[in-house]
């Protein structure tokens, strides 16, 4: 029997990847303390030929390699991009804050880059077994990365915690994973499409996988009640790696979602959308709620993501075009809002200084007016308050929500639906407008000055602008969804 060999170009991305962070490994091993900076040099490098690769190799139609259990289309070509972005911002947020705390370690940087690594894999995966090793590889490094001060008790028990609850919820999706097999005899989510549709979608043995399946998908989101590790991990690790939580992995986890749901269940939809509306529901409830009581900005953040998920598996749920295009655009809008507002708690935070308390921003309106601005910009966005663009995220979704209903079967209107996430994003709203409250109304506590490299400030005020840019230019952004969801 002829070997065939594969056709590699499509995982050209994942391949440099991987290439130059053993380039960042074995350079970082004669790298003194002092000379960290070129660390963080090549780990940039590494990003940016990355996102070479990922433009290079764009496909223009879907393309399959490795026997059907990799993909390339162009809804991955835009995911990996903001994967590579997100990353980005993550290290150069960062790179003072290591410093000055004594924490800037080549670890972080090549463990970055293995859970974007990990990323990648998610995002191209077209097989239930390449999606699984891809999501194991995201989270060993977040475990470590969880853990990354070694001094630190409370990081060590958020860590220990991840570790324990993350390993269930894998086992769990691996069951599920085990279940599918056994019943239908594939792994490859198109082969796997056809063969529940020649089986026939109301075998038990299938409902049951599923379950499995929907429970590891919704611990990855961190949607209720699968949503415990999320404000412990938010709160317990170094605002760096809770940052990089934030940002990347939730976009993989919409990539989760979809592969396996639309791409390879699409003849269970009946029964996975009841399984997503409850965990919807729940998180919407949940997470706006218990984020009023919080004083701690990162579990608020924590929370309110609980919240911003309900949303993006609502525009799931639908199971239609304009609902995953939707969702797609919520994912992309909301990590950007996100990894925004933890600059900013990384901005204010300074050697033996945390700024996790909300009251930890009082006064920022006079100790520098530009990031006060900034930081109304993203919670204005997060709150989804026009014109910045997570209003336009929630109403999209919401206009996909109701537009599912019209089209469903006489008598189920979700009309219902629809209410419950306006009258929960009002209550959110109430939250990250307290936070403003503390930035313009009461005067600040400690009047030092901010300090931060030109690059971050840079950063951070473009990535402000932008989240008011997408808002007033929504059509944008959004017709490249629907472009690549098609």
Known sequence: ?????????????????????????????????????????????????TLAAILGSAPDLRTLTFSGSYVADPMG???????????????????????????SRGEFYTLGLFALLGVLVMISANSLLTMYLGLEMLSLALYALVAFDRDSAVA??????YFVLGAIASGMLLFGISYIYGVTGVLEFGPLS??????????????????????????????????????????????????????????????????????????????????????????????????????????????????????ILLGIFTGTQTGYQAAMYYTITYVLMAAGAFGMVILLSRQGFEAEEISDFKGLNSRSPWFAAMMACFMFGLAGIPPWVGFWAKLNVISAVLDAGRLAPEGVVYTWLALLMVVFSVIGAFYYLRV?????????????????????????????????GLGLVPGTLLALCASVMA
Not at 16 to 43: H, Y
Not at 239 to 247: D, E, F, G, M, Y
Not at 437 to 458: G, I, N, W
């Open 1 to 49: 029997m002829d070997f065939i060999v594969p056709d590699f170009s499509p995982a050209l991305p994942e391949i440099v990847l991987l290439g130059l962070i053993c380039v960042v490994l074995i350079a970082d091993l004669f790298v003194s303390d002092e000379r960290r900076i070129v660390t963080w040099w090549l780990a940039m490098g590494a990003l940016a030929a």
């Open 77 to 103: 070509q835009i995911l990996k991009i903001v994967s590579v972005g997100l990353m980005a911002l993550v290290f150069i947020y960062s790179r003072q804050y290591l410093t000055v705390n004594g924490l």
């Open 156 to 161: 060590a028990e958020s860590a220990m915690k």
């Open 194 to 311: 056809l063969a529940i549709r020649s089986a026939g979608p109301d075998d038990v043995a299938l409902w049951f996988g599923l379950a499995f399946l929907v429970v590891g998908i919704a611990f990855k989101f961190g949607a209720v009640p699968f949503h415990m590790w999320l404000p412990d991990v938010y709160q317990g690790a170094r605002t760096p790696v809770t940052l990089l939580i934030a940002s990347a992995p939730k976009v993989a986890a919409f990539a989760l979602a979809m592969r396996i749901l639309v791409d390879g269940l699409p003849e269970l939809h009946g029964a996975w959308q009841g399984m997503l509306m409850i965990l919807a529901v729940l998180s919407l409830g949940l997470g706006n709620v218990v984020a009023i009581a919080q004083s701690n900005i990162k579990r608020m953040l924590a929370y309110s993501t609980i919240g911003h998920v309900g949303f």
């Open 436 to 468: 403003l409250k503390f930035v313009y109304f009461d005067a600040p506590d400690d009047s030092a000055p901010l300090t931060a490299p030109r690059e971050m400030q840079v950063v951070l005020s473009v990535n402000g602008l932008a989240i008011l």
